[in-house]
């Protein structure tokens, strides 16, 4: 699960243009990871899974991401730390590079993630970690269907939608319209509060943060310039002749 900055705060750039101020900024589950727990959850109300394992790689404050997949309906999390500079050069390879590990270590056969943060944009991660897996994937899922080994993915693509049938062990990722997230009801809260969450650093699985990429700088957008009113499509097109843009 990945950890966004709440849409609706102002983001700052730093100073030094090496990224956004994210001090004093609160967080939550990014909506597609959400979605994805959600589906996760399903399964397992299904009796088509065995456990369902939350994870979350950051700082201390991802605990709360975990806590809130816990009271969704999730067994158990995982929090893997990454903090300071590693936090800051956390990519998708490294995130994929820490879940295949622990794919491998938990003997797990599907992996389910959501197919993009909302603050970066990526969409990465799921097709590196099969990738790393040498696992199937089905991606952009907007629906699930566990047949036995096989699962019947529904993806959204650009045309309209594909079907495909992958076989396990395989990777999913949940795309916008696959299930709508339930609300954690207050008792699920106090339960989630007493489940387990287990603690380990990327070295504990054998995993190098290294980051091969480099931000050279940050800028904020240009600010947009106020829009003109016109009385008739003549006078549009000769505002846009005017402004060169026919």
Same mark, same amino acid.
């Given at each position: ?13 730093? %100073? ?41 790689? @950051? ?12 009271? +969704?309906?999730? =067994? ?7 903090? @300071?500079?590693? $936090? ?32 970066? =944009? ?9 990738? +790393? ?8 899922? !907007? ?37 709508? %997230?339930? $609300? ?5 809260? +106090? ?8 603690? +380990?650093? %990327?070295?504990?699985? @054998? ?24 009385? !008739?499509?003549?006078?549009?097109? !000769? ?8």
């Amino acid at each position: 699960m990945n950890c966004n900055p709440i849409f609706f705060f102002q983001i700052r750039v730093k %100073p030094d243009r090496t990224g956004v101020v994210t001090d004093g900024v609160k967080h939550s589950m990014n909506p597609f990871c959400e979605i994805a727990v959600e589906e996760a959850v399903r399964l397992k109300e299904r009796k088509l899974v065995k456990e369902v394992i939350a994870v979350s790689c @950051g700082p201390q404050q991802v605990q709360e991401t975990i806590r809130t997949a816990l009271a +969704m309906g999730a =067994d158990r999390g995982i929090h893997v730390d990454v903090s @300071g500079k590693d $936090y800051e050069n956390l990519g998708p390879l490294q995130v994929s590079k820490i879940l295949a590990a622990l794919a491998k270590k938990e003997d797990a056969s599907l992996v389910v993630l959501g197919k993009q943060a909302i603050d970066d =944009d990526n969409n990465q991660t799921g097709q590196m970690t099969a990738a +790393m897996l040498d696992w199937a994937q089905g991606t952009f899922a !907007s629906e699930v269907v566990i047949e036995g080994d096989k699962i019947k993915v529904v993806r959204e693509i650009d045309g309209g939608l594909e079907t495909i049938q992958i076989k396990m062990p395989a990777v999913v990722t949940a795309d916008l319209r696959l299930n709508t %997230p339930r $609300y954690a009801t207050l008792p699920n809260i +106090m339960k989630a509060k007493k489940k387990k969450i287990d603690y +380990m650093k %990327p070295s504990d699985l @054998g995993v190098d943060l290294i980051s091969r990429i480099e931000v050279v700088s940050v800028d904020e957008p240009p600010q947009r310039e106020a829009g003109v009113k016109v009385e !008739s499509v003549e006078d549009l097109v !000769s505002k846009l002749r005017d402004s060169g843009r026919i």
